[in-house]
């Protein structure tokens, strides 16, 4: 009894170390639209109107960004509650893994569609300085 009990104790912590190993270097943080959005208010010089309007494309942003974050809290708590239940790379731990590649994607797309959004806002001049810091923010490393 006492070894299983210890076996268990081990895998259990075992299964949460991978989950968040893989957290750490499966998912890297992404640029935030927030980061993105203070260097457009930084180094582009924007009108009070542009300013306006990026200021309530982020309010917007922010719930969009704060649902799909809290989405995918909610599949990697399950793919850890897949990995403490199977122990291996099972089917409930594959339809997890899953379910967190999906959420990642929905809020890369949303964060590229407000992104995109942003620049509509910008004059062409300004514009080719915003395509400079995505590009910039997109290729950093060093995080």
């Given amino acids: 009894m006492r070894r299983n009990l210890l076996t268990l104790a081990i895998a259990f912590v075992a ?8 957290c750490r270097v499966l998912m ?15 180094d582009i010089r924007l009108d009070p109107a542009q300013a306006a309007a990026l200021d309530r494309l982020e309010a ?19 793919l850890a509650a897949a990995i403490e239940a ?3 790379d099972g089917p409930r731990v594959t339809r997890a893994i899953d379910a ?7 809020l890369q797309k949303a964060t590229l569609a407000h992104v995109f959004a942003m620049r509509a806002q910008l ?9 400079r810091l995505v590009v910039a923010k997109l290729t950093e490393s060093g995080r």
């Fill in 28 to 42: 890297p943080r992404e640029p935030q639209a927030s980061d993105l959005h203070a260097l457009v208010h930084h």
């Fill in 86 to 88: 199977e122990h291996r």
């Fill in 100 to 106: 967190v590649h999906h959420s990642m994607g929905e």
């Fill in 15 to 22: 299964a949460l170390a991978g989950v968040a190993i893989g």
């Fill in 123 to 131: 004059r062409p001049d300004q514009a080719a300085t915003f395509d």
């Fill in 60 to 78: 917007q942003f922010a719930t969009t960004r704060a649902t799909l974050e809290a989405r995918l809290r909610g599949d990697n708590a399950r």
